[in-house]
Structures are given as structure tokens and as C-alpha cells.
């Protein structure tokens, strides 16, 4: 008998307490049914205090600056570089097209021999047309790399209000500017903000090329840049 009244003491207190949390239980269910948006607010602002370490909040309230870098004069004389050698090489090849005449080689001598450069014809329309068309060429490809690659620098970048955007202003021709939104899951760092070199490229979906980040510019927000843009995503 004292070992049976034992056991009833013994199961009597886990009764108290479960009639103790009942009516906690019963309130609880009633907020659910009744207010259910409130107690998701309350659930999500729970989970956002008690993030892990590593966790960074990327929802942010305004728009926040992760990078600058400013370097417009080197911008603006690569562009006229572009420029000038363009006309220059432009220039060059119309000269040689016009001036150029076909001059036909004498031969040598009986028993002589005429150096390579003497039996070259520069006048003939191989030597004429090939000649035009490199300088052409030159000054094409010398002005394209002096606009591409001020297009493909960045200046600025920043995470959105929200934090499901990025705002990427680049340079351009004679240090202009330009502007881009881009979702976050539309970019991808091809390297880590501390590997080594002083570029870091990413790639943005539906986009030529690569965009370059100097590490000569500012970080402003490393952590954020690192859990947000910084990420190797395809």
C-alpha cells in the first residue's frame, strides 16, 4: 500500500503541471485561430533575433553601399587614347591604299641575287589591301578595348532596400556612367573577395562579358558583401 501511494504522489506532480500549462495551451490555440497573421509576425522577428553567427540579415531597410571605386580621369584618357589611335591607324591605312603604287620588281642580274626585301612589291594589291586592312583593323580593336573595358568596371554596387537587388553602376566612355538592377540570384562572383589578384569578376546572367571589381576600391560592408554578392552561384 505505501508503494502504491508512492507512485500516485510520483505521478501526481506531471498532472499538476500539465493542468497548470492548460489554460497557456488553450490561449495559444485560440491566438492561431484568431489572429494568425500576428503570431507569424511574432514567430519571424523570434527567428531573426536568434540568428547563428554565421547568419547574415540581408533584408535591409534601405539601400546600403557594399563598394565604390573612383578612378575617372584613367577612365577618360583610356577613351581618348581609343580615340586618337583609331583616327591615327585610320588614317595610315587610307595612306597606304592611295599612295602605294604597284612597282613591279626588276630582275637581278644574271648570276646575282636581290635581297627579300628588294623582291617585295608593296604596290601590288596583296601587299596594298592587307596593308589597309591591318591598320584598320588596329585602330577597330585598340578603340573597342578602350570602351569595353570602362563598361565592365564597376563604380559602384549596392544592395537595395529589400535585399533581392543589386543596383551595379560601371563606367563608360569618357568616364559617363551607367546603371543596372539586377536580382540577386542573376549574379555570381567568379573569386573570393580575399583571393589573390586584384580583380574580382563577376558574371551577371544575360550578360557579355565579365564585370570587374578593383581591390583598389573600398569595401564598405564586408561581411554583407561576402553572404550577398560574393557568392559562386552557377
Known sequence: MLFAGCRLLALGKPIQTLQHFTPVFRSLSATVKSKPKLLLQNLRQFATKNKLPFEVDSNV??????????????????TVFGVVNFVVWTYIG?????????????????????????RINLGSNTYRNGI??????????ILTY?????????QTLAL??????????TYGPFAKTFSFVIPIEHISAMQARTSAGRIVSLKVKNRWFFFMMDKKGQFHNTQLFDYVVGLRRF
Open 61 to 78: 531597410s534601405r539601400d546600403v553601399l557594399l563598394f565604390t571605386f573612383r578612378n575617372d580621369k584613367h577612365f577618360k584618357m583610356m
Open 94 to 118: 587610307i595612306f597606304a591604299f592611295r599612295m602605294l603604287k604597284d612597282a613591279p620588281v626588276t630582275p637581278p642580274k644574271k648570276g646575282e641575287s636581290l635581297p627579300w626585301y628588294q
Open 132 to 141: 589597309t586592312l591591318i591598320c584598320f583593323a588596329m585602330g577597330y580593336l
Open 146 to 154: 578602350t570602351m569595353l573595358v570602362p563598361m565592365r568596371t564597376v
Open 160 to 169: 537595395l532596400k529589400g535585399g533581392k537587388k543589386v543596383g551595379l553602376r
